[in-house]
T-cell receptor, first 115, second 116 residues
Framework: AQTVTQSQPEMSVQEAETVTLSCTYD???????LFWYKQPPSRQMILVIR??????QNATENRFSVNFQKAAKSFSLKISDSQLGDAAMYFC????????????FGKGTRLHILP | ETGVTQTPRHLVMGMTNKKSLKCEQH?????MYWYKQSAKKPLELMFV???????ENNSVPSRFSPECPNSSHLFLHLHTLQPEDSALYLC???????????????FGNGTRLTVT
């Protein structure tokens, strides 16, 4: 069975600095997708970034980028130039491309932005 | 606005009450999900519907009863709940066909449920 592990329950970063959130996963499949979701205090879960496992190039969305290491089964999220609005819970998620309805989430990392 | 609307935002109910949570999506997706989010626990998948057919039921107690009348609407009927059922209940939708793994979940704002 697939699992997703986020080993950092909480992290803090100074405003304008860079922070990296870690995520590791376990799977025997080769065709899958990985996601980072953000859940601010408003409770709305929002997609931050996604990565196709077959792509070697790391995904980037503005200040957000990932470091995808397929062999190590690692999928970390880097937030550059941190802003106060980045404060939220961040969830890493795995979705198989073979089973359409299984999406597995990690326990989340709460990110605090220090002014 | 994500295209997924949940009502109500907050619900307080006694253990003998019957209530329903509603979810509606305007994204043309064919898969809809109920998740339970409790403090310090991973998101728990409760039910999945794909083209109105239930494809997943993760050993959820029968006091939770889902209903999916069409691909745009999803309900969660609640009866004789327990205090430990208090949580945030999130609805989500996505393209759910095999080979559509890159389709992310789109979530609603959730219903904060308190069982007294």
């Amino acid at each position: 069975a697939q699992t997703v592990t986020q080993s950092q329950p909480e992290m803090s970063v100074q405003e304008a600095e860079t922070v990296t959130l870690s995520c590791t996963y376990d799977t025997s499949e080769s065709d899958y997708y990985l996601f980072w979701y953000k859940q601010p205090p408003s409770r709305q879960m929002i997609l931050v970034i996604r990565q196709e496992a077959y792509k070697q190039q790391n995904a980037t969305e503005n200040r957000f980028s990932v470091n995808f290491q397929k062999a190590a089964k690692s999928f970390s999220l880097k937030i550059s130039d941190s802003q106060l609005g980045d404060a939220a819970m961040y969830f890493c998620a795995y979705r198989s491309n073979n089973r359409d309805d299984k999406i597995i989430f990690g326990k989340g990392t709460r990110l605090h932005i220090l002014p | 606005e994500t295209g997924v609307t949940q009502t109500p935002r907050h619900l307080v109910m006694g253990m003998t009450n019957k209530k329903s949570l509603k979810c509606e999506q305007h994204l043309g997706h064919n898969a809809m999900y109920w998740y339970k989010q409790s403090a310090k626990k991973p998101l728990e998948l409760m039910f999945v519907y794909n083209f109105k057919e239930q494809t997943e039921n993760n050993s959820v107690p029968s006091r939770f009863s889902p209903e999916c009348p069409n691909s745009s609407h999803l309900f969660l009927h609640l009866h004789t709940l327990q205090p430990e059922d208090s949580a945030l209940y999130l609805c989500a939708s996505s393209q759910g066909l095999q080979g559509m793994g890159n389709s992310p979940l789109h979530f609603g704002n959730g219903t904060r449920l308190t069982v007294t």
